[in-house]
């Protein structure tokens, strides 16, 4: 987006290269610090907020977390997991899988105080943190994107309003549109030396699909945990995820 002068949609990198290729984690960067394009100044990560380098949280740079409703994220979370599996049937059984969730036993420790810790973070330091939901951004993209685009300081101009720069960036990063390129559906990644099909990278990107998957004892237990660790913060999700 902010690199919007230098592509358009029909020229973008994505639709060569899949998005996780585009912009270099901050793990790459530490061991290959000129793995990142000087015009593109992005950075992904996982690492929990309390854990960023005293570099970034003093810098003027800016963060932003997308959060997704836990129960959904468990959910693509452990379908990801279990295609990486060496031999199908071998990874864990998704009750057994979502225990270990519920004990904080996940990827950069446990999802909620995770999740809490940038929630937080953008309240006390909105200019520095946004925190923008999954859900909310699913059901209409554009104004998110109009602000994501403010909060970076590369505001979108009326022309550009007026003449459809909004859509055509909602258009292209669609998971419609993104999972139906051939670089996502056949393509090939090695992150931390493990082969990755892109395709796992795009299994549905449904708001609620966890339905499908967590008994209603599951779905309480999570929600029970979310009511007690999130009182008082005034995050909330929709009842509908």
């Given at each position: ?75 693509a979370l452990y379908h990801f997991l279990a295609k990486r599996a ?98 996502n559906k056949s393509g090939l ?53």
């Open positions: 987006m902010g690199d919007r002068n230098r592509y358009d949609t029909s020229t973008s990198p994505l639709l060569s290269k899949i998005s996780h290729d585009c912009i270099p984690t901050l793990a790459k960067l530490t061991k290959e610090p000129d793995s990142r394009e000087p015009g593109i100044p992005l950075v992904g990560t996982h690492t929990p907020y309390t854990a960023l380098p005293k570099s970034i949280l003093d810098s003027d740079c800016k963060i932003v977390y997308i959060c997704r409703e836990p129960k959904d994220a468990f959910v060496p031999k199908k049937n071998e990874f864990v059984s998704l009750e057994e899988a979502f225990d270990l969730f519920c004990q904080g036993k996940s990827f950069y420790g446990p999802y909620l105080d995770h999740v809490l810790g940038f929630w937080k973070a953008s309240q006390a330091r909105p200019g520095k943190v946004l925190f923008p939901k999954y859900e909310d951004m699913m059901k209409d993209t554009a104004p998110y994107v109009k602000r994501l685009a403010e909060f970076m300081g590369y505001p979108f101009s009326l022309e550009e309003e007026e003449a459809g720069a909004v859509q055509r960036i909602v258009d292209l990063c669609g998971f419609e549109n993104m999972s139906s390129l051939e670089v990644r090695k992150p931390h030396e493990v082969k990755v099909e892109n395709s796992f990278y795009f299994r549905k990107g449904r708001i609620g699909d966890w339905k499908e998957y967590l008994t209603p004892e599951m779905a309480e237990r999570l929600d029970k945990m979310m009511e007690q660790k999130f009182a008082g913060t005034g995050l909330t999700f929709l009842v509908s995820c």
